[in-house]
């Protein structure tokens, strides 16, 4: 077995860079981008108000605190007014200031008495409440380099340069194979041995979080079978991943059935609770995760593997999970194993609140869990307020 650590060097070191695609920015939320963006125009485009009041020279508010108004000024409007010594003009937030203005007293500092306008504040700085123009960002200079995610405001931002078309990485094909003979295919199967299959739905919405359309299948516990459908769909896809059929059971055919068909071992069996089984294979075409069957250790050994995989080959920058440390709300006792444990857990203000329920078939906890807490394989007892290593799961 190797370490959960060794576990994801591995699968860093072997993640293979997928091709790259224009694509609209209104359809680029989530994905990765594959080159730098350096913005074409100054960031503001130019001078404008930060605020609604009135613009004026600042040279004017040193010789009178009465400004004549002489226009108004709306954003998106007509700035070509002239505002001479002494006067001023309304002006809207986001509004281009005249080139005879440079700053902005906030309409609340300020009395209206017809075209007079007194300045309660004369104490304002040249430049005040202006934006001025690439204050945020000069045309030329980077705007979000390769491997960054593009969230929400990274779209808004990109969409404020005027950018339409972004160069992202293409997601990879993923298909998942289900192993089993206990799945039932009606309600009537189910109590004659039977049970539901929830890893392939599981795991397809894992997949459609991160943007990529997956299908799943069944394929029964027969090696021939199983060697057949992985030479199928290999063919179609960049990844596979194969749920149960990882131990050393006498019905255990993911690993067999991966090498027949000519795909080297990067590891099999990592030293954690949940998910030891994990299998990570490649060959020059195509890799495949052979996934353990307890829907609790499919889920945590995605989040954890499948997962940073997928963003790796995509080009992230971080493709690990968020994590930062926290203290634990209550005491805790490890079972005395030297293997790295992930349980569920959920803030609970400042801290990481271990959550009831935590076997590898059971995904109940899992439904209100924020995060995964890592606890070492070196230590066993915890107290209260121990600092641990805390997964966000989003």
Known sequence: MISRKDASKLILKHAKPVASEEIDL????????????????????FDQSAMDGYCFSHSSVSQTSVLTLCGEIQAGGNSEIVVGPGECARIFTGAKLPASCDTVIIQEKTVAEGVQITLTNTKLKPGANVRIAGEQLQRGEMALDTGSVLNSAAIGFLASLGISKINVAKYPKVH????????????????????????????????????????????????????????????????????????????????????????????????QKPGKPLLFTAKETCTAFGLPGNPRAVLICFLEYVRVYIMQVMGAKNPLLNQLWLPLTDSFSKKNDKRTHFLAAKMQGNGAELLNIQGSHMLSSMTDAQGLIVLPPDRHEYQKGDMVEFHFLT
């Open 176 to 271: 998942i194979i289900c192993t089993g003979n206990e799945f039932a295919k009606n309600q009537s199967e189910v109590g004659q041995g039977k049970i539901f299959e929830s890893n392939g739905q599981m795991l397809v919405s894992c997949l459609s979080k991160l943007g990529i359309k997956a299908e799943y299948e069944v394929c029964t516990d027969h090696l021939k079978d199983l060697t057949d459908l992985i030479a199928l769909r290999e063919n179609q896809h960049d990844l596979l991943l194969i749920t149960g059929g990882v131990s050393v059971g006498d019905y255990d055919f993911t690993l067999p059935a991966l090498e027949v068909n000519g795909y080297e071992t990067i590891f099999h069996n990592i030293s």
């Open 26 to 45: 209104r359809r680029a939320l989530n994905r990765v981008l594959a080159s730098d963006v350096k913005s074409p125009i100054d960031h503001p485009i």
